[in-house]
């Protein structure tokens, strides 16, 4: 009989806020596209951008999928971000997104698109507490499965614990989480923030069981509360330190 190995590793680079680029099941993917050099948002609320990518987008390289969570907020997808979704041939992200942006694919909570050989699960996303969607936005995580692959969840700007207990009860195993952390808030929720916080994401790793989590959108933003450093103490003292993969802005890794 043969035995079936399951790989449990993709290459990752992050080039800074919530931007990943990864390899997956024969494809280049990138997580919320944010390529702007510093500089303020204005709006209801000033976002202000500390700081560049690590990567420029014309250093990234061609990309075959981009993992959009949402295009309502500039953290996630800034200027230098929507002119990038133009050269990327599938965008997968909210309807709402679709509406607003040529050329995205928006998917419904819970529909799935097979993308050359990976199944991708839109998954629900609570940006903010309980109720703060009509304020914040409608907001997606995907969930991506191939054969021979690890599973991986991004988690896109979710604040909610219990949503990632939902798609671990539905999804099964999840391998590699992709979480966005950073503790961000820009008061209009009072305390409460509109990412996973570093007591959050320990409460999310529970859930997730045995998956290595792997944290973006946590640096780069003034809004963004808590440090990366921050992080990685609070999952030291949870004794789940070795869950934990930090990628460094602008060098690939294995995870």
């Known amino acids: 009989m043969t035995e079936t190995i399951e790989r449990t590793t993709l290459e990752a680079l992050h080039i800074g806020g919530p931007t990943l680029r990864f390899r997956y099941a024969g494809l280049t993917w990138l997580t919320d596209p944010t390529f702007d050099a510093p500089g303020d948002y204005p709006g209801p609320v000033t976002l202000h951008k500390l700081s560049g990518p690590a990567v420029s987008a014309d250093q990234v390289g061609p990309v075959d999928v981009v993992l959009l ?24 992200s909210t309807p709402d997104a679709a509406g607003r942006i040529d050329g995205v694919r928006g998917l ?15 998954v629900p996303a609570q940006h903010g507490p309980e109720g703060s969607e009509p304020i914040s936005g409608v907001v997606a995580g995907f969930v991506l499965q191939a054969e021979g692959e690890p599973t991986v969840y991004v988690s896109g700007d979710n604040a909610s614990v219990d949503i990632v207990a939902q798609i671990v009860d539905r999804i099964g195993r999840i391998d590699i989480a992709i979480l966005f952390v950073g503790a961000a808030n820009i008061g209009i929720f009072g305390d409460s923030d509109v990412t996973l916080n570093a007591r959050t994401a320990v409460a999310a790793a529970e859930v997730l069981g045995d998956a290595i989590v792997v944290p973006v959108h946590a640096e780069g933003w003034g809004h963004f509360s808590e440090t990366l450093d921050h992080l990685g103490r609070m999952f030291e003292y949870a004794g789940r330190g070795h869950q934990l993969r930090i990628p460094p ?3 690939a890794i294995s995870i």
Do not use: P
């Open 69 to 92: 969570s949402h295009d309502q907020h500039a953290d996630n997808l800034d200027t230098s971000g929507r002119a990038f979704l133009g050269t990327v041939d599938t965008v997968l």
């Open 108 to 122: 419904e909570k819970w529909e799935t698109v097979t993308i050359g050989e990976t199944l991708v699960t839109a």
């Open 249 to 251: 802005a602008g060098q």
